[in-house]
């Protein structure tokens, strides 16, 4: 099993739709999780992070999290064309599980949004 | 302006012709992490460096090196590169391990292509 999993999409979403997109994490002891943005050739960027249970909003992105289902959440609202890229999920250890803190990435979802 | 810079943007090596890859840091972070990324694939974690800290991932093959001479800087040797070394190497830094300083910037990568 995979530490970090994401559906590989592609996700295909009409512009002015809601995307959502989805990662599960193996290690229960896992404390803060990320959500980059990566485009055709470039390096990841950081969209937002979550730590607690529940959702967090950031103008059209909330992050959602389930630490009992271990599961972890993104949802742009309001899509864009200029959205369309592929979205990284990563997973930080927390102090509390053992071994080294390392952030493990997912492959990542492609979102295509189209006019 | 860049906080984690890469250098070169693209490097071009010959089989088996060692090469080193740079990163350079003005955040002052104390972890700083090399990646490997190859298409559609997840960033896989190859090691990282909490302060002068070496962190090596247990399926990391030797011919991969890396050396921290100080804060600012990290370097990625690899001894004999091969064809399935080509990837996207991203260099990353995070403030520290804590629970909520872990998010990575990272710097704009290295296409490296092995002929």
């Known amino acids: 099993q995979k530490e970090v999993e994401q559906n590989s999409g592609p996700l295909s979403v009409p512009e002015g739709a809601i995307a959502s997109l989805n990662c599960t994490y193996s290690?229960?002891?896992?404390?803060?999780f990320f959500w980059y943005r990566q485009y055709s050739g470039k390096s990841p960027e950081l969209i937002m992070f979550?730590?607690?249970?529940g959702d967090k909003e950031d103008g059209r992105f909330t992050a959602q999290l389930n630490k009992a289902s271990q599961y972890v959440s993104l949802l742009i609202r309001d899509s864009q064309p200029s959205d369309s890229a592929t979205y990284l999920c990563a997973v930080n250890r927390g102090l509390y599980s053992g071994g080294y803190n390392k952030l493990i990435f997912g492959a990542g979802t492609r979102l295509a949004v189209h006019p | 302006d860049a906080m984690v810079i890469q250098n070169p943007r693209y490097q071009v090596t010959q089989f088996g012709k060692p090469v080193t890859l740079s990163c350079s840091q003005t955040l002052n972070h104390n972890v700083m992490y090399w990646y490997q990324q190859k298409s559609s694939q997840a960033p896989k974690l190859l090691f990282h460096y909490y302060d002068k800290d070496f962190n090596n991932e247990a399926d990391t093959p030797d011919n991969f090196q890396s050396r921290r001479p100080n804060t600012s800087f990290c370097f990625l040797d690899i001894r004999s590169p091969g064809l399935g070394d080509a990837a996207m190497y991203l260099c990353?830094?995070?403030?520290?391990?804590?629970?909520?300083?872990?998010?990575?910037?990272f710097g704009q990568g290295t296409r490296l292509t092995v002929v």
């Open positions: 290690d229960r002891g896992s404390q803060s």
């Open positions: 979550i730590y607690s249970n």
């Open positions: 990353a830094t995070s403030r520290d391990s804590s629970l909520r300083n872990t998010e990575a910037f």
